[in-house]
Structure formats: structure tokens, C-alpha cells
């Protein structure tokens, strides 16, 4: 049986500092080692000062994950050399001696299926190196501390998975939780950043790192198992090594092996006092969590009567549940799901048109509130989403410039019915035998009103027309 | 003017008007000028600075504006603690041009209240010694007798105090570095309790253990210094708040009544004949002054010295494991190197004994060998913690030589560090334990070389343990420094 453990990287980046001094926890975007301060590029004398408030947000992951929190935590020293680890060691956790990482033993249910998270730790992302040269032979190093000493935590899972499919589902799964618990965002490049182990049955354990995405995982994942089956199928060991997702290539390759066995000599951090998280802290960051996906999809259904699939997509997406929220009263809140799940979502789908959408609960709400009081129609609501979505411009405002306004009322409706009956008279005298080709009708008045007809009042007149025709 | 004055005394005469800054501070110089060629306590001497802050101290004293306390008294500062514009070496060829971008925690303080830092004074590399014979600058020379080492590491604070070059001194102390050079040099060290000073700007040697302290030729100065440098610090996480203790008060409160245990393992096989009988003057003082003294056995002490070099290397193996000249250092070619080959490359730099305490701390940190040795010798230092603990519970006070031994001649123990590890075994307790201890110059031998005796207080005790340092001050009648 194939067996798959992750261990992922998640930057707490909704952190305002970093995990060790008051530079900014967002490196992005700025002048490479302008960042930077005697802490984070650990300079002679400097002392690390722990953020408590990354304390706050790991403990926070770790309840959502179902973790054990220890009544005190502990950091170590994990020592090697490498040109972007300032201090030649990265301040991290460390359960061999006993679990005083921030979380130890939860678990998550994906479909049903229990995956169990082994710990979770708190530690300092190194610096990025970049590589500059045409060739080989032209290429430098070049080396940005911007990133160094921004909060992470390392999530490491048990070998739970048994495919790829679920990986994929699990990390999903764990970017929305985090977002939702306010304390990542997944989706900015590099925050989340994941490592696999993967055994087939009959072989060795094998390292997988480096992988950039995770839909890169799934396939180093698929490569592996299929790699890694063919050695077993003839009679080859499997080595137990680590190997790098080459991204041009799509494949995985092995690393030097001599060079990945490291020891890291780990060594308790004086300079950091343990921390002691009584029961009344863990109480107290229960209270101040978000409500939790899975609350927020129940809630959904069972108090507005969203549809179940409706709810699901809704309630996992941070930025438009966050909106639903906003936007939603008692009887508009079916319909705000509605638009959302069916036509907003379809058009902002990145991070990037997220935070550029003019769109606001404001104007949702208008949207449905005309919607569930028949002043517009659907279709013409879809056109007013559109507008508000280019434009920015209230609903009022829209409705009014491109006449939306729905053709409710019976008496006008009444006018254009008797003209297409007029215009129609084969298809009239067809739907009076056939009720089936009653729609062609309804579709001539639509046209006529610009789609701005109520369908179900319009059904309603033709019907009665018909009879007394 | 003599330069032999206290800190205090000289703070009263600056304020009465009978001597200047300027001229106090030129003096100091001409006197460093003087006896650095026969001492060499300093690694930079910052004089132009100097002279131009004793300037404008004494405008501000005119001028009536407000003055730091310490109003111009000039201090001298172990290289290993960092100063902003003056470069802090630690004595190593790898910070040979390190100019620190900011200001140890202790250094603001005391420019605060307007000390005016002569320089920065030598130090075994990185701290790691008991001789200041592995400065990559040379060794430093005891005043008493120049052929002779002055203690180490802190031996240029323990030397330029001695030798009139500066008023007080801040060195560091890790298994003793503050107390060795005092004893050796004649004057006064303390290392306070762990968490009591600010180690930020200190560069890290072993950091679960050390502490910055002062050296002074009284232990006046030295509650006067501890007033300034003592206290939370938000820049480092492990001191704690002091509550604004004025070390200064009551320094002459005696010691009738107190409690004093003679250490019975600091005082047997391989201490010198007259450190001993020196030892046993001290305890008579002592009983003299009121003072009950009762023998105490810490048998973990034994297993002191094993336990101090297994730890304290397996911290300097990751505290020193930053210096690879990439950010920092010294003019290298790195081109052609492939980056481990220049790692290695640039770290044969290091000097033998800083070498040899990495090497042993990779070592006993290394897999399979943590539970056998650093594990072990965290067990030794929890040991110690609980049978000192019990100690205080019987007496105030703790009472040893500081060091078992007189000072020795220089080069005559550099290629036996067996030898040179174990004459810390009086001074390591108070640094696994974190507990405060000091040394007081007692007696000279008839040689003419110096005797410090230690007294150890419980943790956050240093009120009193200065109370109890000044008694036996008080008692002895030393000769000036020879130079």
C-alpha cells in the first residue's frame, strides 16, 4: 500500500513583525536586504526577542487541527551551514525529548478519511537565495535576507495519505483553514510551501523536496509512485534518499546523498525562556478564533436553507463567505449565496481579481434585495453584476442607466403578450395543442422585454391566454 | 590628582569643581600611553573620542545642564561587547574589522549617564580562556608582575583597572572570566546572577550561562557600576525586572551575624599553600567581623569542570558557528570556492583554543552522543542547582579562593589545557547555577602576586553579597600596584 506523509511550511503572514525582531513580517516586493535589522541577520550580540503573537496565531492552527498544546513550549537550535541561514543555525522546535512544540498529536477528517498531524512548530524562514548568470560557469549566488526570520510553522502529518488525490484535497483543505482562521494567506507566493514522503509497499522510504506548487506535489507524487513501482516490480530496492522536484523536467532526482545526511545537532535556545500557555490562554485564543469552516457551513444551511453544495463552496472561501457575511439579512441571504457561488466566484477566481473587484456588500445586497422583490429579474440582475463588477457604480444607478427594471406588472406584460401572440399566431395555435412548445413564446417575450420579463408571471399570462384564446 | 581614586571619590571632586573632566580623562590616556607597552590591556583606544566627550561633559557641568551620573568617569570595555563606531573584535581574527552598527544594552547605559569609554580591552578569543594568552592581538600582562598572566578571559578589564588606565571596566563572565583576572590583578569582579544584566551586545559565547560584570579597584564602584547596567531589559528575554535595587546603600552594614559556609571541595588538593593559608585568614576576618563560619560540601562540584566545558563548548559550536565571513570579517577572495570548501577555508581562522571548544561541542552534540554527554552534564548542572539550593538554606553566604592558584608565568600552561580547564573549578559553580558571586583582593604572596577570595549569594542576593564583599575589603590593608 502506497503510503504519503507531508510536511508543510506555512508562513504566518498576517503577522505584522517577524518572529524574532520588529522588521516587517512581509518581505515582498522590496529592495533586496532592506528588511533587515542586527536580530535577523544575526549579527554578534544580537538576541532574539519571541514574537508572542506568532505564539498566538501556531497555537491557534494547532486548535483547529485538534493538536495537543504542552503547558510549556520550547525552542532549539538546528545547526547547519548554508549561505541563507544567517546564524549558521535556524531558531526551531523540537520533540525528541519530549513534546514541547506548540502542537503535537491532532487530526483532520478529509472525506471521511482521518489524516493525523504528528506536531506542529514554530520557526524562522531562512533567507532566499538567488541565482543571477547566463551559464553555469557565469552563475553567482546573490542572497536577499529580507525573508529571514519570518514566522512559519511546520505542519507535519503521519503517513496517512494512501494517493495524490488526497494530498491535493488535504492541502486545500488546510490553505482554507488557515486563511480562514485569519492568520495566512495561502495564496501569496512561497507561503505555503510543502515537502512529501512517499513508500510504496516492498520499498524505502523517499524524501521529496523542493516542490514550488501544490499541484507540483500531486505530480511528483504520481511520478514517484509510478517510479518507485517499477523498481519494486523488478526486484530493485527503493533507496531511502531525498529527492528534488526538478520543475523543467517534471521529475523528481535524486540529491547527493552524502550532502542531504545532515546532523543537526540540535541544541535547546537559552536566549528564548520557555513559554507557559495555561488553560485560560487556551481558552481565551478559542474564544477569539473565527468561527470554523465546518460551523460556517452548517450554520448556513440550517439557518438560511442554502443548499448543502452551495454552502460548502461558500463557507471555504474566506474572501466571500467574509462578503456573504457583510452583505447578507434573513431574507436576502439564499440569494446573496446564489450570486455569489454562481457568478461572482466564476469571474474573481484569483487572489489578485479578488482584491481588484469593485464589487461590494453594498452592492450584493441591493442586487439581491431587487432580486427576492421581483424588481429585477435574474437575468437582468446578471447584467447588473457585470456592470457594478466594471464600473464600481451603485446598483440604483445601473438599474436606471441600462433599464433593468423588471416587467412585473401585469398590465404592460399583458401588452406585450397580445403583440407576440399577434406576431406568433402559428405558434400560438401550436401551444394550444402542445403545452411542450409553450417555452418558444415565453423566449419571444423575453426578447421583446430584453430579458427584463419575470419568467414565471409571463408563464402565467401566456397560460391564461391561451385558454381563453 | 591620583588616578588611585574610587569612583565615588572621583564623582565627589568633579562636583565640587577640583578637577576636571578633561584633565582626569588626558591624564588617564598619558597614564595608558604610559604602561600599555608593558601591559597591553587595550585592543582600540578611542582617545580623540574620548577627549571630546570629557570636553563636553565639563561644558555641561558649567553650564549647569543636566549631567549623567557617572559624569565623566572613564571606563574601559571588554572587546567582546558591542559598541557602536568602535570596533568589537573579540579578540579574533575573524571580527579583526567588526564595527558593531548599534550599541550593547550595557554601553547605552552607561553612555546615558556619561561615562567616557577609553577603549576596548583584550580578551581570549572570543572569551574562551583563563589566561588572555589566545588574543589574536597577543597576550595581556599582569601589573603586578609582567612576566606573569593576568587571568582571563576578561584579563585586559582585570589589567586596565590594575594598572590606573581606566576607572572601571565591564567584562564578561562565563566559568569565571570576570573573577580570574580580578584575583590575579588584585581588584574587585562581580558576576551577577543570570538574568540580572542585559547580555544583548554581548557577543554570545556560551549563552545559557554567562553575564556581563564589572571590574573596579572598590566595591563601591562596583555597586555604583551594577546601578546603572542591572535590570529588565526588553532587548533580552531572559533578565528580569530588579525593582530598582540601590546597590549602593548600606555597603557598610557588616556581616556580624551572617552565615558564612567555607566550600570544602574549593579548598583541598591542588590549591597553592598560600592561596590556602590566605583562605584561612580570610575565614578568621571574617569570624572576627561577627561572621559565623561553618565548612559546607558540594560533592557535585567535583563534576563541575566536565560538566562547565561539555556545555559551554556545545553553545560556543552553535554561538560561533555564524562566523563565515560572508556578511563580515575580514578581506578573504571568496571566487573559486565552492561554498562548503570556503566555509572550511575561512574557519581555520579561529584560533586553537576556540578550535578546540567548537570541536568538542560539535562533538558532544553530535547524534548518539547527546544523551551520553550533554544530557549528562545538564544532570551535573541540575545537581549543583539543588545542593546550592541547600546550601542557602544553612548559610548566607558561600566562601572559596577564586582561583586555587597564584598567577602563573605566561606560556608557561598554553599547551595544557587540561591544567588551564581545571583551575576554573572554583569559579564555575556560580555560573551553572546562575547564582552571583565575587572576588576580593585579599592578600599578596610573597612573591608578590596577587589573592583574590570569592564570596557566592543565592540568586538576585547581590545586595548583600556587595555588603559582605566590602566587610572583608574593609579588613585588608593591600600595597599599590607596582607599575
Known amino acids: 500500500m502506497t503510503k504519503i506523509g507531508l510536511e508543510i511550511h506555512c508562513q504566518l503572514t498576517k503577522l505584522e513583525s517577524k518572529l524574532f525582531c520588529n522588521c516587517k513580517a512581509d518581505y515582498r516586493n522590496l529592495t533586496p536586504n532592506s528588511n533587515i535589522c542586527p536580530i535577523c541577520i544575526g549579527l554578534p550580540g544580537s538576541l532574539p526577542i519571541l514574537n508572542k503573537k506568532a505564539v498566538e496565531k501556531a497555537a491557534m492552527i494547532s486548535l483547529a487541527l485538534g493538536c495537543q498544546i504542552p503547558e510549556q513550549i520550547s525552542f532549539f537550535r538546528k545547526n547547519y551551514f548554508y549561505p541563507d541561514l544567517p546564524k549558521n543555525f535556524q531558531i526551531t522546535q523540537y520533540n525528541a525529548y519530549g513534546p514541547t512544540s506548540i502542537g503535537s498529536d491532532g487530526s483532520i477528517q478529509i472525506e471521511g478519511k482521518e489524516i493525523r498531524i504528528r506536531r506542529i512548530q514554530i520557526e524562522e524562514d531562512p533567507g532566499r537565495l538567488v541565482y543571477e548568470g547566463i551559464s553555469e560557469k557565469t552563475q553567482i549566488t546573490l542572497v536577499d535576507y529580507n525573508r529571514a526570520g519570518t514566522p512559519l510553522v511546520e505542519i507535519v502529518t503521519e503517513p496517512d495519505f494512501e494517493n495524490p488525490r488526497q494530498v491535493r484535497i488535504f492541502l486545500n483543505v488546510l490553505a482554507d483553514l488557515v486563511e480562514n482562521l485569519e492568520v495566512s494567506d495561502p495564496y501569496l507566493e512561497g507561503a505555503m510551501r510543502v515537502d512529501g514522503n512517499i513508500s510504496v509497499e516492498k520499498g524505502n522510504r523517499v524524501e521529496i523536496k523542493n516542490v514550488g506548487s501544490f499541484r507540483d506535489i500531486e505530480k511528483a507524487l504520481h511520478f514517484e509512485i509510478t517510479r518507485q513501482q517499477s523498481l519494486v516490480d523488478r526486484n530493485i530496492e527503493v533507496a531511502a534518499e531525498t529527492r528534488h522536484w526538478d520543475e523543467a523536467r517534471k521529475i523528481t532526482v535524486s540529491a547527493r546523498s552524502k550532502e542531504e545526511e545532515q546532523d543537526y545537532r540540535y541544541l535547546p535556545e537559552a536566549d528564548i525562556p520557555l513559554v507557559t500557555i495555561t488553560q485560560d490562554k487556551i481558552d481565551n485564543l478559542r474564544k477569539q478564533m473565527p468561527e470554523s469552516i465546518v460551523a460556517k457551513k452548517e450554520r448556513y444551511i440550517k439557518k438560511y436553507g442554502i443548499p448543502t453544495q452551495v454552502a460548502e463552496v461558500l463557507s471555504s472561501d474566506k474572501f466571500y463567505s467574509d462578503l456573504f457575511e457583510k452583505a447578507h439579512t434573513e431574507s436576502n441571504a439564499k440569494e446573496i449565496a446564489n450570486i455569489i457561488t454562481t457568478d461572482l466566484m466564476g469571474f474573481a477566481d484569483t487572489r489578485e481579481k479578488k482584491i481588484d473587484l469593485k464589487v461590494t456588500h453594498r452592492h450584493i445586497s441591493d442586487l439581491a434585495d431587487a432580486i427576492v422583490g421581483n424588481k429585477i429579474t435574474r437575468n437582468s440582475g446578471k447584467a447588473a453584476l457585470y456592470e457594478m463588477i466594471k464600473t464600481g457604480k451603485s446598483f440604483s444607478e445601473i438599474v436606471s442607466s441600462l433599464d433593468l427594471g423588471s416587467v412585473s406588472n401585469a398590465s404592460s406584460l399583458e401588452k406585450i403578450i397580445d403583440e407576440v401572440f399577434k406576431e406568433e399566431e402559428k405558434a400560438v395555435k401550436e401551444a394550444k395543442q402542445n403545452p411542450d412548445t409553450i417555452n418558444y413564446i415565453v423566449g419571444k417575450v423575453m426578447r421583446k422585454t430584453k430579458g427584463k420579463a419575470d419568467p414565471s408571471t409571463t408563464l402565467e399570462i401566456i397560460r391564461k391566454k391561451l385558454l381563453s384564446a | ?483
Open chain 2, 1 to 483: 590628582m591620583s588616578l588611585e581614586i574610587s569612583a565615588t571619590e572621583y564623582l565627589s571632586r568633579v562636583r565640587a569643581g577640583n578637577i576636571s573632566v578633561e584633565e582626569f580623562v588626558a591624564k588617564t590616556l598619558d597614564r595608558v600611553h604610559t604602561v600599555e607597552d608593558k601591559v597591553h590591556a587595550y585592543i582600540t583606544i578611542d582617545e580623540q573620542n574620548a577627549l571630546n566627550k570629557a570636553k563636553s561633559i565639563d561644558k555641561k557641568i558649567k553650564a549647569k545642564e543636566k549631567v549623567g551620573s557617572l559624569l565623566g568617569m572613564p571606563v574601559s570595555i571588554k572587546d567582546n561587547i558591542c559598541t557602536f563606531g568602535l570596533k568589537t573584535t573579540c579578540a579574533s581574527k575573524m571580527l579583526e574589522n567588526f564595527v558593531s552598527p548599534y550599541d550593547a544594552t550595557v554601553i547605552s547605559r552607561l553612555r546615558q549617564e556619561d561615562a567616557v569609554i577609553i577603549g576596548k580591552v583584550n580578551l581570549d578569543e572570543f572569551a574562551m580562556g583563563s589566561t588572555t594568552e589566545f588574543s589574536h592581538f597577543g597576550p595581556s600582562r599582569n601589573p603586578w608582575n609582567t612576566e606573569y598572566v593576568p587571568g582571563g578571559s576578561s584579563g585586559g578589564s582585570g589589567v586596565s583597572v590594575s594598572a590606573l588606565e581606566c576607572m572601571i571596566s565591564l567584562g564578561s563572565d562565563t566559568g569565571g572570566s570576570v573573577r580570574s583576572p580580578a584575583s590575579f590583578c588584585s581588584v574587585v569582579g562581580l558576576k551577577p546572577t543570570y538574568g540580572l544584566v542585559s547580555r544583548y551586545g554581548l557577543v554570545s559565547y556560551a549563552n545559557s550561562i554567562e553575564q556581563i560584570g564589572p571590574v573596579a579597584r572598590r566595591v563601591e564602584d562596583i555597586a555604583l557600576v551594577m546601578n546603572i547596567i542591572a535590570g529588565h531589559d526588553p532587548r533580552d528575554d531572559t533578565t528580569v525586572q530588579n525593582n530598582k535595587v540601590d546597590y549602593t546603600a548600606g555597603l557598610d552594614s557588616g556581616i556580624k551575624g551572617k552565615k558564612i559556609g567555607l566550600v570544602q571541595q574549593m579548598i583541598g588538593e591542588g590549591v597553592d599553600k598560600e592561596v590556602s593559608s590566605a583562605t584561612n585568614n580570610a575565614v578568621s576576618k571574617l569570624q572576627e567581623l561577627g561572621a559565623e563560619c561553618i565548612t559546607i560540601s558540594l560533592d557535585a562540584v567535583e563534576h563541575s569542570v566536565a560538566a562547565y566545558y561539555t556545555i559551554a563548548s556545545a553553545e560556543a559550536s552553535s554561538n560561533l558557528a555564524r562566523y563565515d565571513n560572508l556578511r563580515y570579517g575580514f578581506d578573504f577572495g571568496s571566487e573559486g570556492f565552492e561554498f562548503k570548501a570556503y566555509v572550511s577555508k575561512i574557519r581555520s581562522n579561529f584560533g586553537p583554543e576556540v578550535t578546540r571548544r567548537m570541536l568538542l561541542g560539535a562533538f558532544v552534540l553530535s547524534a548518539g552522543y547527546y544523551g551520553k554527554y550533554y544530557l549528562k552534564a545538564q544532570k551535573v548542572r541540575a545537581m549543583m542547582k539543588s545542593q546550592v539550593d541547600e546550601a542557602f538554606t544553612k548559610v548566607d553566604f558561600l566562601l572559596a579562593p577564586t582561583m586555587p592558584i597564584l598567577p602563573f608565568k605566561i606560556g608557561e600552561k598554553i599547551d595544557d589545557p587540561l591544567t588551564l580547564y581545571l583551575l576554573d573549578i572554583n569559579t564555575i559553580t556560580a555560573n551553572l547555577t546562575g547564582i552571583p558571586a565575587i572576588s576580593i583582593p585579599f592578600a599578596i604572596s610573597s612573591s608578590g602576586l596577587p589573592i583574590g577570595m570569592q564570596i557566592l549569594a543565592n540568586s538576585f542576593e547581590e545586595k548583600s553579597l556587595l555588603q559582605a564583599g566590602y566587610s572583608l575589603q574593609q579588613a585588608t590593608n593591600l600595597p599599590r600596584v607596582p607599575l
